[in-house]
Every structure is written in C-alpha cells, then in structure tokens.
C-alpha cells in the first residue's frame, strides 16, 4: 500500500472520528486533522518518539490526527503511523510549556483504528 493511500486513509477515518467526537469542558479537544501545529510539535520531539517506539532513526512519522487539553500550556495527544514499512500506529503525548518548549510525556502503541483518548 502506497504512503498517500495509508496517509488517506488515515486522514479519513479521522474525520469521520471527529464528527462523533462531543466538546467537553476541562476535556480534550475534539479530533483534529493535520495542521502546521502539531506539526510542530511532533517534528520538536521526533527523535524522542523513534527512540521510545524503537524504530529506526530515518523513519517517517506520518501525523494521522490529534487532540489538545488545556492546562498550564498544552498537551497534545497525537495519533502517529510509523512510516514504511513499519506501518504502525503509535498515540503520543506532547507537551508544549508556556514559554513554547516541547517535551514528550509518553508513547503507546495503538491500532489505526484506535480513537484519540486520555492516557
């Protein structure tokens, strides 16, 4: 299967995840498509997510969606397909402090069919 098939798929499935996810107050945010934000924040810790997944340094993080939460700066939950040919999904947690600097909290390994959740 092709990069931009897996990449239109992905995109897919997540939009049609964020039209049934609710808005809650304190929570996070509804699903989100790919956007140069959490672009950003993924490209920042990059080597830290291949490091913890134990994939190879020159593989592709492909950004499938994410979800933010509000708190004293922001936490990015991020669904992440590990390029090919690895092909799989990992969620990571991303936090962005209020003077702009990124850290990743934690990585878990996820279906690609997983929805974006607290963990």
Do not use: C, W
């Amino acid at each position: 299967m092709s990069r931009a098939l897996l990449y239109l798929i992905s995109t897919l499935l997540i939009a049609g995840l964020a039209a049934a996810a609710p808005e809650v107050n304190g929570g996070l945010s509804k699903t989100k498509l790919v956007d140069p934000e959490v672009e950003e924040a993924v490209n920042a810790v990059s080597s830290q997510i291949k490091a913890k997944a134990k994939v190879p340094s020159g593989t592709t993080l492909l950004t499938a969606g994410y979800a933010t939460q509000t708190v004293a700066g922001i936490n990015y939950f991020v669904k992440i397909m590990l390029g090919p040919p690895i092909g799989r999904f990992i969620h990571a947690k991303i936090f962005m402090d209020l003077k702009g600097k990124y850290s990743l909290v934690s990585i878990r390994e996820s279906g690609g069919g997983d929805p974006i959740t607290f963990f």
